[in-house]
């Protein structure tokens, strides 16, 4: 695929450069709770005001059912970006419509214009190719070129991800750019010995990654609430902790293959359970209570890894030349289960090797837990986009970006 520096040195003075970034920011009561997707995209968008192009960055925020919806505006987001240029950034409060092309029309080289939530219109995340075209077409008159710098979108075959880019001349931008040489890293040529960390609650968001990973990694680890699935097919008592009773017959088969295939196949040895899930508002004192992880009790619920667990999993990232971590080890958002996730963290930033943090809520819980982001070799902006490629899937959005 072409890159922006390829754009660059054609000259882009004057043009209109359509930049598909990732701002699906987190939002409480209209305040960013963690602006690292948006920084993410500066590098991109400065270049182009830089060399004087007329810069229009489009993007989604969480999921509008197709119409308006004030509270997924993604003028906070504008706001924001212009902060951190430095520099006012105009905000078109429709798509395609007459504030849109009002926006456009009215920059002049190297100012920078932000339009509307995409999904604000239903052609956007359309699955008749007929609707989702017609969008297409719509963005196209906005602009002369694509930028496609929206790792996280990558994965879907929206109109402003997939459609446009095959109407302009594209590119891809420096964040695209870097996280698909991130993953390669993580595929082709691997060093060893490679550990893969994977958390969070369903374990079905994770089976796709699990079987493409077993042919490539030394050893994986297990946490968060997909862990109790795992523990139950091993035939363990995982009181109320969360369970995908459907996927046992699958997770039985991984690891089984993990064995076959000397893949080190790690579990957590106790956890800290509780009867009563956490008050994430409040974060009142949880009092949570240790145990092995073959003895969880009738009546608790697993929350977090166990300090013992801790201790094994820092031991298993120690010596690894290459870490992926993808989901949290428990409810990291409450002080009194944030432990386990604060320990895979520590144990990455303490790593000689190259570690890479999966996005998503392990970007999240980075931010949250206080650590320096320069510590890690790299924090992805799209948890489902890497996990995607990591398992092998086509990336609509990259696919598109192929000349």
């Known amino acids: 695929m072409k890159t922006i520096d390829e754009l660059l040195a054609d000259g882009v003075s004057g043009k209109r450069v359509f930049v598909r970034a990732d701002l699906n920011v987190p939002l409480a009561d209209g305040t960013i709770t963690d602006d690292g997707r948006i920084r993410a995209v500066l590098p991109t968008v400065k270049a182009l005001a830089d060399a004087g192009a007329k810069v229009v960055v489009a993007s989604h925020l969480g999921r509008p059912k197709g119409a308006p919806d004030p509270a997924f505006s993604l003028l906070p987001a504008a706001e924001r970006l212009g902060e951190l240029l430095g520099a006012p950034v105009a905000f078109a409060e429709d798509t395609v419509g007459p504030a849109a092309h009002g926006a ?18 239903p052609g956007e995340t359309s699955k008749d190719d007929t609707e989702r075209g017609e969008f297409a077409d719509r963005l196209a008159a906005l602009a002369d070129v694509y930028v496609g710098d ?16 095959a109407r302009l001349p594209h590119y891809a931008g420096y964040l695209i750019a870097t996280e698909v040489g991130v993953l390669k890293q993580l595929t082709d040529d691997v ?4 550990a893969v960390v994977l958390g969070g609650a369903k374990v079905s968001d994770k089976l796709g990654v699990i079987d493409h990973l077993l042919e490539k990694a030394d ?31 699958a997770v039985k088969e991984y690891m089984k293959r993990a064995e076959e295939r000397g893949v080190e196949f790690v579990l957590p040895v106790d956890v800290l359970v ?27 619920e697993g929350l977090d890894i166990g300090p013992q667990t801790r201790t094994l999993y820092a031991s298993k990232l120690a010596d690894a030349a290459t870490v992926f971590w993808n989901g949290p080890m428990g409810v990291f958002e409450h002080p009194d289960y944030a432990e386990g996730t604060k320990a895979v963290a520590q144990a990455l930033v303490d790593s000689d ?12 819980a980075v931010r949250t837990l206080g650590f320096d982001e320069k510590a890690f070799g790299h924090i992805s902006t799209g948890g489902g986009a890497s996990l995607e490629y990591l398992e092998g899937k086509t990336l609509p959005g990259l696919a598109a970006l192929e000349d």
């Not at 994965?155 to 997939?162: E, I, L, N, T």
């Open 274 to 300: 509780s009867p009563d899930f956490p008050d994430l508002k409040t974060k009142a004192p949880a009092n949570p209570t240790t145990v092995a992880a073959t003895a969880i009790p009738a009546n608790q």
């Open 191 to 194: 060093k060893r010995p490679y």
């Open 219 to 249: 050893r994986i680890l297990i946490g968060g609430g997909m862990a109790y699935t795992f523990l139950k097919a091993q035939g363990h008592e995982v009181g109320i902790s969360l369970l995908q009773e459907d996927q046992i017959p």
């Open 353 to 364: 090797g190259f570690t890479v943090v999966g996005g998503g809520d392990s970007a999240a």
């Open 104 to 121: 456009v029309d009215g920059l002049q080289p190297g100012q920078v214009a932000v339009i509307e939530n995409l999904r604000f219109n």
């Open 150 to 165: 929206g790792f996280g979108a990558v994965h879907r075959k929206h109109a402003s991800v997939f459609d446009l880019p």
